[in-house]
């Protein structure tokens, strides 16, 4: 016997949280504490959950800072890699995510910040070239408004996923589940090393992603494999 | 902060204070002067200080605040005249320039210094004993509500009260309130200060600043919520005796003072929720950043491995299944029909009418009413006018007297009369001669 409500899993999956909390798992939804009913329900149904979701190939993990996700490990589950704008943009989040001067404000930041952020770890001719790397030649101004696009486009779907709340046009609130993006650092082992661990585990891809992922007008295809 | 009387209305408060051009500009050197008017007085009970005095403290000021400035006295006269501009500084012995001024300092200057020296913030005790005078003094004002037996009573015991010693005491609550944001404010700069500094060390001194805070909030939110209940029942009590009396005055004081004693409960939960939110917010990343890595050596990892990004990228992987296709019934593919009307011939043959000219007739008649004699405007207007058709009979009067004026001397008096053509027109006459009359 465990402390769960559910003893189960016809009880989990009847209860009016599981068709919502699905759904969101099954769309790459990061679900943190900040979610509130939902994350108990997953804590909650978490041990009758994790075979649930074995048997569509895919894994309910549970971070130690507090979110669920759905990894997919085999090909029975549609399964995304994120594109280089949306890992620029997350891993300089969770840079911010870890500075104490974000604590003031609870997790809140202007927009601005992630971009001189962004801006002043990368280099502008870096940020360009890594956003738009199949112009050899660009204008200042047109890439400056490109880039700023992507990085709009990126947080868009970061806060899709749950990685980010978009508070409204200003400003944003950072979620524990940024953390991910600095998975591969977290440790004390040799990052290398750490990241073919990731990979190995499914949870990270090498390389450059599948499909047109540099241009800002792209659809949701990038980098998605479809489900069968 | 006084009750706002109903006719400062604040469209034409804000009118007023733009047109006056009202505006403050006060230097840290202003300041730091008036703070030490304002110790000095209250240490010394002054009303008023000579201008001596005033320019000895003035130089006192700048040997802290600017120590090589040159000319401090002259400095002082300009920052005593900037001072009065601004109504900070009164001049109050009336003398003129028989002798040295005497001044003090007013009310705005006051409310500035205090706002900077004043430690406010509202504490378990200041709220108990604000709430406590305030539940004393509203159970007064009912109790002479339920005497007063006139106008004049409910003028003098109930509203003059209730406007002035009960709004003082809410508005000392609000105050407080305000003390306590700041001060929030400033535990949450110290505690990003404290873990920027410390890291690691600072865990335990923010964890006991974030108690110490929320146990504040709390005990202020139980106090309000229990009090502000009995100050809501009590001028409720009040406002029931006002409206039996129809005693509209003190009805609307009292439901202005409940306006603001909700304000008051409100801002106890609404601080509560806030402050329980950046609690966890900071809890969360104590326990789970910082306690994590104690040598703060993520950030640096991360950074790096950011900078690196570009020459070895990797990307997360994460769940993605398209949404559910709906399946819909197979339907032929329809044509739409282009958008058309019948063939027609659209093109009408133009009809044949009888020409116009009206101007000529115009001209033609005013020259027939001259022949005949006619020797006014209006005597002319009035001939020609039901020759042509009705509907032009306003527009036809200009070119009537224009048609006059070509054809013949016309004179006028100074005053031209008006003078009645047909039913419905009037037009100012004139006197008209044939050109070739003597």
């Known amino acids: 016997m465990t402390d769960s409500t559910f003893h189960t899993l016809e009880a989990a999956l009847a209860d009016d949280h599981f068709p919502e909390v699905d759904l969101m798992l099954r769309r790459g939804r990061h679900i943190g504490r900040d979610d509130g009913t939902a994350y108990d329900y997953l804590v909650d149904a978490q041990s009758l959950l994790e ?155 090498l390389g450059e992603p599948n499909g047109d992922e540099s241009g800002a007008d792209d659809d949701t295809t990038d980098g998605e494999e479809p489900a069968p | 902060m006084t009750t706002t009387p109903p006719s400062a209305d604040p469209n034409r408060v804000i009118a007023s204070l733009a047109r006056d051009h009202v505006n403050l500009d006060l230097k840290t050197v202003d300041l730091c002067f008036l703070a030490g008017l304002y110790l000095r007085a209250d240490k010394a009970a002054l009303a008023s200080f000579e201008e001596d005095v005033l320019i000895d403290l003035f130089e006192q000021v700048c040997d802290v605040v600017d120590p090589g400035a040159e000319n401090p006295r002259k400095r002082a006269t300009h920052a005593i005249q900037r001072l009065r501009e601004q109504r900070m500084l009164a001049r109050v012995d009336g003398a003129g320039i028989v002798r040295a001024g005497e001044y003090a300092l007013t009310r705005l200057a006051a409310a500035v210094v205090e706002y900077f020296l004043a430690d406010e913030a509202l504490t378990r005790e200041s709220l108990t004993l604000l709430t406590g005078t305030l539940r004393a003094q509203l159970a007064e004002v009912l109790a002479a509500a339920k005497k007063a037996d006139g106008e004049e009573a409910w003028r003098t015991k109930v509203v003059g009260p209730l406007r002035v010693t009960v709004a003082d005491l809410v508005a000392g609550i609000e105050r407080r309130q305000r003390g306590l944001d700041a001060q929030q404010e400033e535990v949450q700069a110290e505690i990003a200060k404290l873990l920027s500094a410390d890291w ?56 202005r003072v409940i306006e603001h004693v909700d304000r008051i409960a409100a801002w106890g939960g609404a601080r509560q929720r806030a402050w329980s939110e950046y609690y966890q917010y900071v809890h969360r990343y104590l326990r789970d950043v910082v306690r994590l890595d104690p040598d703060r050596a993520l950030s640096q990892r991360l950074r790096d491995q950011l900078a690196g990004w570009p020459r070895r990228p990797f990307h997360l992987v994460t769940a993605h299944a398209p949404s559910i296709r709906l399946l819909r019934a197979l339907e032929a593919r329809v044509e739409r029909p282009p958008v058309a009307r019948p063939r027609a011939e659209r093109e009408a043959d133009p009809d044949w009418v009888d020409p116009e000219n009206v101007l000529a007739d115009i001209d033609a008649l005013v020259a027939r009413a001259l022949e005949e004699g006619k020797t006014t405007l209006a005597a002319v207007s009035e001939r020609v006018l039901p020759e042509l058709p009705e509907t032009i009979h306003y527009a036809a009067t200009g070119r009537i007297a224009h048609a006059v004026a070509q054809a013949a001397r016309v004179r006028s008096e100074r005053e031209r009369p008006w003078a009645p053509v047909g039913e419905r027109l009037e037009v100012e006459d004139w006197s008209v001669a044939r050109r070739d009359a003597p």
């Not at chain 1, 890439?143 to 779907?157: D, K, M, N, P, W």
């Open chain 1, 51 to 205: 075979p649930f979701y074995r048997r569509f190939g895919c894994e309910l993990v549970q971070q130690s800072d507090g979110y669920f996700y759905l990894l997919p490990s085999g090909d029975r589950l549609g399964r995304r890699q994120l594109s280089a704008g949306e890992m620029l943009v997350g891993q300089t989040l969770a840079l911010l995510y870890l500075d104490p001067a974000t604590l003031q404000h609870g997790g809140v930041l202007p927009r601005e910040a992630l971009l001189q952020r962004l801006s002043g770890l990368l280099g502008t001719d870096a940020l360009v070239r890594t956003l738009s790397p199949r112009k050899r030649k660009y204008d200042e101004r047109i890439a400056a408004e490109t880039v700023r696009t992507q990085v709009g486009e990126a947080l868009r779907r970061l806060a899709e996923l749950g990685f980010v709340d978009v508070l409204d046009e200003a400003r944003l609130r950072l979620r524990p589940a940024l953390m991910r993006f600095a998975a591969p650092v977290r440790g004390l082992s040799d990052p290398n090393l750490a990241l073919e661990r990731l990979v190995a585990r499914g949870e990270v891809l």
């Open chain 2, 200 to 255: 690691f060390s600072a865990v335990d001194r923010c964890q006991s600043l974030l108690d110490a805070t929320t146990r504040t909030l709390r005990e202020l939110n139980e106090i309000l919520l229990r009090d502000t209940h009995h100050f809501v029942a009590l001028l409720q009590e009040i406002q029931a005796l006002a409206t039996a009396t129809e005693n509209t005055d003190a009805e609307a004081t009292v439901q």
